[in-house]
């Protein structure tokens, strides 16, 4: 029987430096899997779960296993350095992948923003999905991080500094109603590794591009579409932080896996 949000049940799993990280899941045990991996400053609860995307997906019958990333949610938030080599978050979910016994082809992995960027590490690192999900990521956000990642910094650095309203003001308001930790967050600001042009093509997999009409913050998603052999392109309404609330966008998901 499909769990509901409110059945949502949250497990622990060993992170790659043996961290306590946590999962979150719904839908049938005996379930295809479907690991969903949540955007920077968010959180399990807020990217798949708040808003009805994990429970279309559970109500498939299928088991939506949804990670916290280090530094976020229930998941570790260590403040010293050296929790955040480089291409620690891939490695942290390709071990939960591990953990769970989850054998290649025999499960779909999909992120939006931040874990979409987690998603295709773990592709490049030889994750073997049946089908991947990339969703609030564009092009030039795989290809060269370094935009985005300075704009985080000054995010957390600048806390309390913001002109109103502005694209760091709305990020910082984000990060304050999901209780995340600009310490650890910072620290994590520097583990990302780009993703080479060249790797798109090797994926292996067949892959969704899903992205907001009016989202460009990762760069153009239609380009990163058609820099990735077969992928689908999918669009719904709104921008990069608006998308997450449409269910638009878990009828997508849905659709696709």
Do not use: C
């Not at 109500?59 to 480089?86: C, F």
């Not at 985005?148 to 650095?157: G, K, N, P, Q, S």
């Not at 694209?167 to 910072?186: C, I, N, Q, S, V």
Request: proline share 5%; hydrophobic share 45%.
């Amino acid at each position: 029987m499909a769990n509901t949000s409110a059945q949502a049940t949250t497990h622990t799993f060993k992170g790659a430096h043996g961290d306590r990280m946590a999962f979150h899941e719904m839908g049938p045990v005996d379930g295809r899997p479907v690991i969903l991996i949540h955007g920077l400053f968010s959180n399990a609860q807020v990217n798949w779960i708040k808003y009805g995307h994990a429970g279309k997906l559970a109500a498939k019958g299928r088991r939506v296993i949804m990670p916290d990333l280090r530094a976020h949610g229930e998941s570790a938030r260590g403040h010293d350095k050296a929790d955040y080599t480089a291409d620690i978050l891939a490695d942290d979910n390709l071990g939960l992948v591990d953990q769970l016994g989850l054998r290649p082809g025999n499960y779909d992995l999909g992120g939006y923003s931040l874990g979409a960027r987690t998603t295709a590490r773990m592709l490049v690192r030889g994750a073997k999905p049946g089908k991947a999900m990339l969703a609030g990521m564009g092009l030039e956000g795989l290809l060269d991080l370094a935009n985005r990642a300075d704009f985080f910094r000054h995010v957390l650095e600048g806390a309390g500094t913001h002109e109103k309203f502005s694209g760091a003001w709305m990020a910082e308001a984000f990060l304050k109603t999901t209780g995340g930790d600009p310490k650890a967050l910072r620290l994590l600001l520097n583990s990302f590794p780009a993703v080479p042009r060249a790797a798109l093509a090797a994926f292996g997999v067949p892959v969704m591009v899903l992205s907001g009409a009016q989202d460009s913050d990762n760069g153009s998603a239609s380009a990163l579409a058609d820099a990735i052999p077969g992928a689908v392109y999918a669009e719904v309404p709104g921008n990069h932080m608006s998308a997450v609330t449409m269910p638009a966008l878990g009828d997508a998901v849905a659709n696709w896996f």
